[in-house]
Structures are given as structure tokens and as C-alpha cells.
């Protein structure tokens, strides 16, 4: 019998279109003949939706990303949980009528951002038992927040970027204890980010501390809780972690870089994923041996430190001094044929259509939370 995925994308988060792309790269990769295929999109609005499982319908067109359509048949989780051994049984509302609509094994949620990658739908599926891809309720909850990955990290001896993290109403109150904060203990340039979101949607580099304002208020339009850091003089080095079978240590690649031109003052979203600027990706990273070995190890060490499962990116900074430290760990990054992660397993010599079947029989085979 054939192992049944449902593909969960889109959802709230900014990062909708991104998620949409990237079930179509998957849609259009899975070994048809392994896996039988449900495509469920979420709306911007929540809805969950039975919608094609057509590649050609998610993919990027004129410069703009798709979206799950709202009139689509609505989709319906079980009433009650999961029992071990049974397939989950999802249904569809469709002319007024509840129907069949699939029974599936594992659910992969490919949802970026808030709403998805955060521990929320894992922690629903959790509530009802259905196997998934990925980390669960904790780990992606903390690895979304930048603020609890980087104390996370600390604790297990793992350098991060320097920075404070601001509240919108501590901002409100006292703007300028703040920002004296700023100039006294943290050298310019500063970068603005948003804790909880994801594609550098709401970063800003900060050049004089009277921009701040204006880079905060960018910030707080994703997320109330922001992290001000002092820009690294380093180079931008990604390493993909796969977690092991059967209890197994961590798998690691080879390390990538990202290579951002003097015409990009980041790498941030209309570059990674509308071709703005000059971004070249080198795989692998030209870095000496024993770096890539340190920042493998440092990779590993974020994933156990986390709690991660399944699969995750680990990106650094590795400055001109040799130092490795972690700048954000993505427990469900981008996975198009051209995404760093699946191009880092590709160097490793794991197809893409590989990797995913990887991920879904590690799913398959993980044990939910307690009973």
C-alpha cells in the first residue's frame, strides 16, 4: 500500500505565497508511484481548503505568487483523534454535503512563518494524533521566536549575534532609554527584525541611530516583539540538518554560501526569492576544512539543542577571525529544486525526491507526545 501524504501550504503568515511555492516544488518532485498526493492550501483567512495538486498551478508567474483560493471545497479534520494504526480520515464539505475525501498517513505542514511554522498546527495535529513532518510544538515554537532560539542556544554554549530584544510597548514608553541603550553597548550598523517572522519580511539595517523609529515601526507591523542586533562582519554559511533514523545522530551537509553583492545591502525577501540584486549561492561554501566541520558541528549541536526533528537549516555567520555563530535556525525552510536546502542535500548526493521520501518515512515512524 502506498504511503498517503496530505501537503498543508499557504496559511496566514506573510509568507503565504513562499509556502505555496514551495508545495509546488514538492508537488512536482514526490514520486507518484510511492506516495499518493492530497494538496490541502489554508487561506489567508484560515480556511482549509481541497485544492489541485497540479506543480504547474503553485509556481511563480510574472514575478507574483499564488494563492489558495477561498470558494474552493472546505477541508475537515477528524472528530476525534487518531488511533494508532488507522489512517486519518480527512473530508470535504462540498454543495452542502459533508464527503470522503481522503485517508492519509502523514501530514506535511509546509507553512513558513507565523500560524504554521510556529508550533500552532503542530500542536493541533499533535491534539489528534496525526503523524507529521517536522519539529514539534516546542522546537518550532521556539526556533520561530529569534529571542528563545538565541537564549536556547546560549545555554548550550553556542555563540549568537549580540542584541537586545524590544517590546512595542517598551518602545512606547521609553524610546529614548532605549536607543541610548543602543548607541552606548552596541556598535552601528544595527539590524531590526521582527522575532517571530520569517523570509526577512520587516528586516531593516539601521546605519544612524535616528533611523531606528522608522526600522522599529517596519518591524512591529510583522510582530510586537523585535530584536535590534549589531550588524556581523562575517560571511553568510548555511548547513541543512536531517534528523537520524532510529535514533541516530543528526545528518549534516557540507555548508553553503550566500554571497550578497555591494548592490544589496542584505539578502532580503525581493532577493531571495524575486531575483533582486546580485546573490550568488556556492555550493559548497569556500571556507577551509576545518570551518566546515565547525560549522556542521555547530549546526548539529542548534538541532539537539532545540529539540528539533525532522529537518531543519541552521544559517551562520563566520567572520574573518574564524568564529562561527548562529544567526537563525528554520525548522521548515524553503523547498523548491533551487531552495539552499534541497541543493545542500543534492551535494550530498540525496535526489530531492529522496529527501522528501526521507523526511515522510521519518514521519512515518515518530512517536507523538505523551499519552
Not at 554554549?157 to 517598551?170: E, L, N, T, W, Y
Not at 510586537?224 to 549589531?230: A, D, G, W
Amino acid at each position: 500500500m502506498r504511503t498517503s501524504v496530505a501537503l498543508l501550504f499557504g496559511g496566514r503568515s506573510g509568507e503565504h505565497g513562499i509556502s505555496c511555492v514551495t508545495a509546488g516544488g514538492i508537488l512536482g518532485a514526490i514520486d507518484r508511484e510511492r506516495f499518493d498526493v492530497i494538496a490541502v492550501g489554508i487561506t489567508r483567512e484560515g480556511r482549509w481548503i481541497h485544492v489541485s495538486d497540479d506543480p504547474a498551478d503553485w509556481t511563480l508567474v510574472g514575478g507574483r505568487t499564488p494563492e489558495v483560493d477561498p470558494d474552493g471545497p472546505e477541508v475537515l479534520l477528524p472528530a476525534e483523534r487518531h488511533r494508532p494504526g488507522e489512517r486519518v480520515q480527512l473530508r470535504t464539505i462540498a454543495d452542502g454535503a459533508v464527503r470522503p475525501l481522503a485517508e492519509v498517513d502523514v501530514i506535511w505542514p509546509l507553512l513558513h512563518g507565523p500560524y504554521g511554522e510556529d508550533g500552532t498546527v503542530q500542536g493541533m495535529l499533535e491534539m489528534l494524533d496525526i503523524p507529521y513532518v517536522g519539529s514539534g510544538v516546542l522546537a518550532s515554537a521556539a526556533s520561530m521566536d529569534k529571542a528563545a532560539t538565541k537564549m536556547t542556544l546560549r545555554a548550550a554554549g553556542i555563540p549568537v549575534a549580540p542584541g537586545i530584544v524590544v517590546h512595542q510597548d517598551r518602545w512606547d514608553r521609553g524610546a529614548q532609554q532605549v536607543l541610548d541603550h543602543m548607541r552606548r553597548h552596541h556598535d552601528l550598523p544595527w539590524f531590526v527584525k521582527p522575532a517571530r517572522a520569517g523570509s526577512s519580511l520587516g528586516v531593516t539595517r539601521v546605519e544612524r541611530p535616528e533611523d531606528l523609529e522608522t526600522a522599529l515601526q517596519a518591524a512591529f507591523a510583522e510582530d510586537p516583539k523585535v530584536l535590534i542586533e549589531e550588524a556581523v562582519a562575517a560571511r553568510e554559511v548555511e548547513c541543512g540538518v536531517l534528523q537520524g533514523h532510529d535514533g541516530a545522530e543528526a545528518r549534516t551537509t557540507i555548508p553553503g554560501e550566500v554571497k550578497v553583492g555591494e548592490d544589496l545591502e542584505f539578502y532580503d525577501y525581493e532577493a531571495k526569492y524575486f531575483g533582486k540584486g546580485t546573490v550568488v549561492i556556492d555550493v559548497p561554501a569556500a571556507l577551509p576544512d576545518h570551518l566546515l566541520e565547525e560549522v556542521r558541528e555547530i549546526a548539529a549541536r542548534s538541532f539537539t539543542a532545540l529539540s528539533l526533528e525532522g529537518l531543519a537549516r541552521v544559517d551562520t555567520f563566520v567572520t574573518e577571525t574564524g568564529e562561527v555563530m548562529v544567526n537563525e535556525v528554520n525548522t521548515m525552510p524553503g523547498f523548491t529544486p533551487y531552495s539552499m536546502f534541497p541543493v545542500l542535500w543534492e551535494n550530498m548526493g540525496l535526489s530531492y525526491a529522496d529527501l522528501i521520501a526521507d523526511l515522510v518515512e521519518l514521519a512515518s515512524n515518530r512517536r507523538l507526545g505523551p499519552r
